[in-house]
């Protein structure tokens, strides 16, 4: 708690270098296989895999951590359908400009909408053992990065969905 406390109290400025998004997302699914198989939760990967963009690799990886071990963590034990998707894509707004976009779905039992509201908050947790400091983190990490972060309850019903959109002119983003 200390340690994540500090992360958000004391920002480090970013040290951009060219990220491999689908790397990046493969390596913390593997640094969280034991989270995943003590849940008993399946996580699912979806990824452009020439996606590459200009960010702070350390900081990106604690961000998609966060809202990976989250999205494990939302899930009930007594849900069948017990899932985390990750999908990584480009998308192309009205205006002409090109996205990098991480999605991370959930099967949990969504959010409530009186929280939805409050998750970025420090502080904020509907978590026994949290700190509320994650989220928040996770959040100025992407605006760091110019981006934007959001949460919403699925289309289809079924959990939560995080958002990850970086405009990739402003990024310095590429592809491969």
Avoid: Y
Avoid at 118 to 145: C, D, Q, Y
């Amino acid at each position: 708690m200390v340690t994540a406390f500090l992360n958000f109290a004391r920002p480090q400025p970013l040290q951009l270098e060219q990220v491999s998004l689908p790397e990046l997302i493969s390596e913390c699914a593997t640094e969280l296989e034991p989270v995943f198989a003590e849940l008993k939760v399946e996580l699912t990967i979806e990824s452009d895999e020439s996606l590459i963009i200009g960010a702070d690799e350390r900081m990106l990886r604690q961000a998609m951590l966060n809202l990976m071990r989250n999205g494990a963590e939302a899930v009930p034990e007594e849900k069948t359908e017990r899932r985390v998707v990750v999908r990584s894509f480009r998308d192309h707004d009205p205006a002409g400009k090109t996205w990098a976009v991480v999605e991370v779905k959930d099967t949990g039992s969504g959010i409530p909408p009186a929280q939805l509201q409050k998750i970025f908050i420090p502080f904020f947790t509907t978590k026994p053992k949290g700190h509320g400091v994650g989220l928040a983190l996770t959040h100025r990490v992407i605006t760091e990065h110019g981006g934007t972060l959001t949460a919403a309850n699925a289309v289809d019903g079924v959990g939560a969905v995080f958002t990850i959109r970086l405009r990739m002119s402003d990024m310095r983003l590429s592809c491969r």
